[in-house]
């Protein structure tokens, strides 16, 4: 007898942790695996964050917190707003959770009934399909395509709409294809959202500062979508900080006290040492961390002419993020060392077993042709595990 609920059941496990586990399993193995799967910068979080967590627990912050967060973590995620983004908030408007993922699921428990749709430009982070699913809503996938950076266009989000569309969710920069929707393309899709007022956005900027265009846009700046737009952010993936689980929205005033409402039954308030650290890294200067984004850039450069010199790889430049995401449907059909592979599935599997590299299959991001690799790794282990790829695709 089944003894776990339907939604568990029907629950996909996630696919970035489960090729991690599959790693560690053969790094157990003795197995010398090189992991390119994870969105984990290999930073050490800056030692002035440190200092400042050192010193909460010096000054006993031990005590549970809001549910919403420290009102001066709220004001210190308010100047970041109207700093980097020329975004207006009020406390009432900020939401502090615990990780960026928390605050995606508050959001769909509080705007999605059953059968809403929520549109889903692909390729898409992982959870996204399955925060909704979880929620009851229904996700409607948008096709992109290599040659397009993987942006949706207007046209195609007009074609995705029915009267049961709820939602819009996004992420710029992109994880897993790195692109960056400019200011232009984000007012084309609110051109169309205007004759749709019953839509919401939801806007994931987890890597806004991992931008090597050095122009950021978020929906909420236009004053027609301010009112419709949730924007998501934290500190995990620019601070180097994925470990301490801080993230936040800036929404409506309505929609972050329902937001307030749901996390006081699930989780209450983030941790108390974490926050008083996060004030310090929001009221800090972006340029504090500007030496890992040049990295990354210099690793971006790298991997992408390693790449390009595989026979049947198709990349495109991600403009953000530290991922590159690409086509490797010219393999499918093709049979190397005895194996078969018929999908980015298989791929990433063959490359785990043979090349001793972990990457991610695009399915698991809707996205059946490509597979997504981190160069959130050391050079020398970029080099490596493209060297390894290589060799085993040849």
């Known amino acids: 007898m089944n003894r776990l609920s339907d939604r568990i059941n029907n629950l996909s496990t996630s ?12 790094r157990a193995e003795g197995k010398d695996i090189i992991g390119l799967s994870l969105g984990e910068p290999d930073f050490n979080t800056p030692d002035f964050i440190k200092d400042a967590a050192i010193e909460a627990i ?16 709220k004001e210190a995620i308010i100047t970041k707003f109207k700093r980097d983004n020329n975004l207006n908030y009020t406390l009432p408007q900020i939401v502090v959770s615990t990780g960026a993922k928390q605050s995606l699921f508050n959001v769909a428990s509080v705007l999605l009934n059953k059968g809403d749709e929520v549109i889903l430009p692909c390729p898409y982070w992982v959870s996204y399909r399955d925060i909704v699913k979880l929620n009851d809503g229904v996700p409607v996938e948008v096709k992109t395509d290599i040659e397009n950076d993987f942006k949706m266009t207007a046209a195609q989000l007009e074609a995705a709409i029915t009267p049961k569309t ?34 919401y956005v939801l806007s994931d900027e987890i890597y806004e500062h991992i931008n090597f265009i050095g122009d950021h846009f978020s929906m909420a700046q236009f004053d027609d979508m301010y009112d419709r737009t949730v924007t ?70 790298l991997i992408l002419g390693l790449l390009n010199a595989i026979e049947g790889f ?68 970029i080099k490596e595990a493209i060297k390894r790829i290589k060799l085993a695709l040849s």
Request: proline share 4%; net charge neutral; glycine share 6%.
């Open 314 to 381: 198709k990349t495109n430049e991600p403009e953000g993020a530290f991922y590159v995401f690409p086509d490797v449907s010219a393999y499918f059909g093709e049979t190397i060392k005895g194996k078969t592979i018929n999908n980015a599935t298989d791929m990433s599997l063959f490359l785990l077993e043979e090349a001793l590299v972990a990457t991610v299959t695009g399915d698991a991001f809707g996205n059946a042709n490509c597979i997504r690799i981190s160069y959130a790794a050391s050079q020398n282990n």
């Open 15 to 26: 696919a970035t942790l489960a090729m991690a586990a599959k790693a560690r399993e053969l």
């Open 166 to 199: 709820k939602m819009i969710w996004y992420s710029s920069p992109c994880n897993p294809s790195g692109s960056v929707y400019s200011k232009e393309e984000l007012r084309a899709l609110a051109d169309v959202l205007q004759k749709y007022p019953n839509i």
């Open 232 to 301: 998501v952010n934290g500190v995990s993936k620019a601070f180097a900080m994925t470990g301490w689980r801080i993230g936040y929205i800036g929404a409506p005033d309505w929609i972050a006290r329902a937001c307030t409402k749901m996390q006081g039954q699930i989780t209450s308030g983030a941790n108390c040492i974490a926050q008083r650290a996060v004030i310090t890294a929001l009221e800090a200067s972006p340029s504090k961390v500007q030496y890992m984004v040049d990295e990354f850039k210099v690793r971006r450069q």
């Open 58 to 73: 010096n000054q006993n912050y031990n005590s549970y917190t809001p549910v919403d967060g420290y009102s001066e973590l």
